[in-house]
């Protein structure tokens, strides 16, 4: 069975930064591209960065410039830097994978909390 396990939500100030990982189960990392989406209440759920298994990312135009994927494959995990954050940032985040590009994952993780405070 493949696992995606999101950590390092939390509260932050407007401003600041976080990082999130996403640690994956089986030989997902050898096969599909992997990516952080995320889901406010009431919203529907938006692509906030991808990575292939070759290095290519793309980014949502709401966090281009303060947001960075990368991808450590010897260790099965994907980063989300978050600098700069937003009110608007607050939401869950989740870890996926799929085909590239990363229009429709086929795995999801459980998600982790981020809240981000004016």
């Known amino acids: 069975q493949v696992q995606l396990v999101e950590s390092g939500g939390g509260l932050v100030q407007a401003g600041g930064s976080l990082r999130l990982s996403c640690a994956a189960s089986?030989?997902?990392?050898?096969?599909?591209?992997m990516a952080w989406y995320r889901q406010a209440p009431g919203k529907q759920r938006e692509l906030v960065a991808a990575v292939s298994r070759a290095g290519s990312t793309n980014y949502g135009d709401s966090v281009k410039g303060r947001f960075t994927i990368s991808r450590d494959n010897a260790g099965n995990t994907i980063y989300l830097q978050m600098n700069s954050l937003k009110p608007e940032d607050t939401a869950v985040y989740y870890c996926a994978s799929g085909m590239w590009p990363m229009t429709s994952p086929r795995y999801w993780g459980q998600g982790t909390q981020v809240t981000v405070s004016s």
């Open positions: 089986g030989s997902i990392f050898s096969i599909y591209a």
